[in-house]
Nanobody
Framework: QVQLVESGGGLVQAGGSLRLSCAAS????????NGWFRQAPGKEREFVAR???????YYAESVKGRFTISRDNAKNTVYLQMNSLKSEDTAIYYC?????????????????WGQGTQVTVSS
């Protein structure tokens, strides 16, 4: 059972930055695709970004150019650097891991979730 623990959320003004961290309880990078989802009040959980072998990355259009996903193999930690934050980025952010081979990096196929961390962007 892999445990994912997020940290780094908080309150920030529009235009500001935050960095989220997701620490895994064991080495997952070779066997999983790691990423982030978010859920705003009254909305469904949505994909934000993912990272997989060869440090390949993919982003939702709404965050492309503002968010950067990365990972540190030695620390078993995935990061989400969020810049130029907007009020519409306000949500609970969840770290996720999907076992390889990946049919789809979507909520349906996530094997492990973190507990979530709140990000609030004030305008």
């Amino acid at each position: 059972q892999v445990q994912l623990v997020e940290s780094g959320g908080g309150l920030v003004q529009a235009g500001g930055s935050l960095r989220l961290s997701c620490a895994a309880s064991e080495r997952t990078f070779s066997s999983y695709v790691n990423g982030w989802f978010r859920q705003a009040p009254g909305k469904e959980r949505e994909f934000v970004a993912r990272i997989w072998s060869g440090e390949r990355t993919y982003y939702a259009e709404s965050v492309k150019g503002r968010f950067t996903i990365s990972r540190d193999n030695a620390k078993n930690t995935v990061y989400l650097q969020m810049n130029s934050l907007k009020s519409e980025d306000t949500a609970i952010y969840y770290c996720a891991a999907v076992r390889i081979p990946v049919r789809s990096f979507s909520t349906t196929f996530v094997d492990y979730w973190g507990q979530g961390t709140q990000v609030t962007v004030s305008s």
